[in-house]
């Protein structure tokens, strides 16, 4: 079994809040992603993006970036708290109200391997334990004092290019299930418009 630690000497935890007095209508460079951008298996997918004033100042560090881990730390959702998002590249967005960022000491923790681990069933289970609130759950502090395994750095590289090597099978097989779907769907279109063109021109001989 790989030696085990808890998440605080390795990362630092950012947590974000915005007023609604700062919420604008059109199109600002202050963008924000709120846990509706975080799907129940835990990956990024945009589709609402919240703009703040251009006079609303943000703090860098809770801008998006490459290896970050997006995370829920409060809704009043339970399905929606401790959701979270691997950041594969920089981004232009910033972590949304309710929302943080855990961001790790590379010379520790592979950040891959982190998201890998939090995404445990137990260890996922264990986070929305720790879930406190009547109305608004919150993660509570313990969420740093939670235990995760974490071997050497090295072993944790493997096991992450183990990972993205299965993840990179299973999205080729998937790219050839679509495209025979749309091939299959293809013929049966080209063989419905030759049966009606038959169906047609028998009607026009009788």
Do not use: W
Request: proline share 3%; hydrophobic share 35%.
């Amino acid at each position: 079994r790989p030696p085990r630690s808890t998440l605080f000497p390795y990362t630092t935890l950012f947590r974000s809040t915005y007023s609604k007095s700062d919420v604008v209508a059109e199109d600002s460079h202050n963008i924000i992603l709120t846990a509706d951008n975080i799907t129940l298996d835990n990956r990024l997918e945009i589709k609402k993006k919240i703009y703040l004033t251009n006079q609303k100042e943000l703090s860098k560090d809770k801008k998006l970036t490459k290896n970050d881990i997006f995370i829920c730390f409060s809704s009043g959702s339970k399905s929606h708290i401790g959701k979270f998002a691997f950041i594969d590249t920089d981004l232009p967005y910033y972590a949304g109200g309710f929302m943080g960022i855990i961001r790790v000491d590379n010379k520790f923790v592979n950040s891959k391997f982190l998201y890998s681990v939090l995404n445990d069933s137990q260890i996922r289970q264990n986070i929305k334990n720790l879930a406190t609130g009547n109305n608004i759950n919150n993660l509570s502090a313990d969420f740093k004092n939670l235990y995760v395994p974490l071997p050497p750095l090295d072993i944790q590289q493997k096991i992450v290019d183990e990972i993205e090597g299965v993840e990179k099978i299973c999205t080729t097989s998937a790219n050839i299930i679509k495209l025979n779907i749309k091939n299959i769907v293809d013929i049966l279109n080209s063989l419905d418009r030759k049966s009606t063109r038959l169906n047609s021109s028998h009607r026009c001989i009788s």
